[in-house]
T-cell receptor
Framework: DAGVIQSPRHEVTEMGQEVTLRCKPI?????LFWYRQTMMRGLELLIY????????DSGMPEDRFSAKMPNASFSTLKIQPSEPRDSAVYFC???????????FGSGTRLTVV | AQSVTQLDSHVSVSEGTPVLLRCNYS??????LFWYVQHPNKGLQLLLK??????LVKGINGFEAEFKKSETSFHLTKPSAHMSDAAEYFC?????????????FGKGTHLIIQP
């Protein structure tokens, strides 16, 4: 199994541009999570899906952030427009069921200049 | 509601000596608890997990943790540190039974191994 696959690994973009982060969970996992990691705040849960349905998006910082999971094997996190304070590492994780143990992707390091 | 407190932001030990990374939690439900490790520029890797079975949990790379409900603690230990253990360690709590919560992460403990 290739694990959770995130792309791109690194993204540098200018303020105001749209950014799309991608995640492919492990086949058969029905929970998918998006996290953001910064030095100031540590790891924060942004949103999670069960069976492709968004369950809790209360961690999404503002309307500029949106996430979709059109099918069981793909999810996107979009920021539009991006701002320098969005610079962080964004992790995707999947789990066969909640509280069972999560597998994290390698993350996408986003830099907004 | 749930929360996690990692009591030390940095821990420094000599190679070959014991490691203790401290974690306290609070949870409205019977919690599941995890320790994750993050090496520089890498993703998070699960070290071990507690899910209401045995209170002493053994993980990978010689790490173990003990769930102590009376102390609301889940400290991570290793008898003898290795240079490759240098990394960031996260204690994580997840509510079980409640269904609606994801994971809550501690702020992390940076483990430094002195030669």
């Amino acid at each position: 199994d290739a694990g959770v696959i995130q792309s791109p690994r690194h993204e540098v973009t200018e303020m105001g541009q749209e950014v799309t982060l991608r995640c492919k969970p492990i086949s058969g996992h029905n929970s998918l999570f998006w996290y953001r990691q910064t030095m100031m705040r540590g790891l924060e849960l942004l949103i999670y899906f069960n069976n492709n349905v968004p369950i809790d998006d209360s961690g999404m910082p503002e309307d500029r952030f949106s996430a979709k999971m059109p099918n069981a094997s793909f999810s996107t996190l979009k920021i539009q427009p991006s701002e320098p304070r969005d610079s962080a590492v964004y992790f995707c994780a999947s789990s066969p069921r909640q509280a069972y143990g999560y597998t994290f992707g390698s993350g996408t390091r986003l830099t907004v200049v | 509601a749930q929360s996690v407190t990692q009591l030390d932001s940095h821990v420094s030990v000599s190679e070959g000596t014991p490691v203790l990374l401290r974690c306290n939690y609070s949870s409205s439900y019977s919690p599941s608890l995890f320790w994750y490790v993050q090496h520089p520029n890498k993703g998070l890797q699960l070290l071990l997990k507690y899910t209401s079975a045995a209170t002493l949990v053994k993980g990978i790379n010689g790490f173990e943790a003990e769930f102590k409900k009376s102390e609301t603690s889940f400290h991570l230990t290793k008898p003898s540190a290795h240079m490759s253990d240098a990394a960031e360690y996260f204690c994580v709590v997840s509510a079980t039974g409640g269904g609606a919560d994801g994971l809550t992460f501690g702020k992390g403990t940076h483990l430094i191994i002195q030669p």
